[in-house]
């Protein structure tokens, strides 16, 4: 069945392989060479630091602003918003950490620290979804005209475009 906010869920569908592979580096953390690790470490922050955060930026300024409006609540969104921050903070602290490797091993520490981060920011993920899908897009789909959905998906765009030129830069 093809609903308003097919759009939305379509870009969560194209975004679920990049962010089982943040589960599968974790997995291999301890188990694989330091370069896979590496590599696979590298691809999850390109990931989560040039697409996840402006998909979340684009949700900010453009999705849930149009939920706070549908359900009559400016707090409506507050949850959400504040996984977005916690999604930040993984970024951070995952670009800290790869700074500093040299090409040594990593030590049992960083080993740690790693796995915890990415099981940390797959789980949020995983769960955001799931509440956007299974709360916030039907009840958009039910209040929303055709012509106000399509609004807000290029007003996502919009803002999606802007968050991923300011994060090459």
Same mark, same amino acid.
């Given at each position: 069945?093809? +609903?308003?906010?097919?759009?939305?869920?379509?870009?969560?569908?194209?975004?679920?392989?990049?962010?089982?592979?943040?589960? $599968?580096?974790?997995?291999?953390?301890?188990?694989?060479?330091?370069?896979?690790?590496?590599?696979?470490?590298?691809?999850? *922050?390109?990931?989560? @630091? *040039?697409?996840?955060?402006?998909? %979340?930026?684009?949700?900010? @300024?453009?999705? *849930?602003?149009?939920?706070?409006?549908?359900?009559?609540?400016?707090?409506?969104? $507050?949850?959400?918003?504040?996984?977005?921050?916690?999604?930040?903070?993984?970024?951070?602290?995952?670009? @800290?950490?790869?700074?500093?490797?040299?090409? @040594?091993?990593?030590?049992?520490?960083?080993?740690?620290?790693?796995?915890?981060?990415?099981?940390?920011?797959?789980?949020?993920?995983?769960?955001?979804?799931?509440?956007?899908?299974?709360?916030?897009?039907?009840?958009?789909?039910?209040?929303?005209?055709? +012509?106000?959905?399509?609004?807000?998906?290029?007003?996502?765009?919009?803002? %999606?475009?802007?968050?991923?030129?300011?994060?090459?830069?």
């Amino acid at each position: 069945m093809i +609903t308003l906010t097919q759009p939305l869920r379509d870009e969560h569908k194209e975004l679920f392989p990049s962010v089982n592979r943040i589960l $599968r580096v974790a997995d291999r953390i301890g188990e694989a060479p330091t370069a896979e690790i590496r590599e696979g470490v590298g691809e999850v *922050y390109e990931f989560l @630091a *040039y697409h996840l955060n402006p998909h %979340a930026q684009a949700e900010e @300024a453009a999705l *849930y602003p149009v939920v706070q409006k549908v359900l009559s609540s400016p707090e409506a969104t $507050r949850t959400m918003s504040r996984d977005h921050l916690e999604i930040g903070r993984y970024i951070e602290e995952l670009e @800290a950490l790869t700074k500093n490797w040299g090409k @040594a091993s990593l030590t049992a520490e960083q080993r740690k620290a790693l796995q915890r981060l990415l099981y940390g920011a797959y789980a949020l993920i995983k769960v955001h979804f799931a509440k956007e899908e299974e709360i916030y897009l039907p009840i958009l789909d039910q209040r929303l005209t055709p +012509t106000s959905a399509q609004e807000m998906f290029q007003a996502m765009e919009t803002a %999606a475009d802007k968050a991923k030129h300011l994060a090459h830069i």
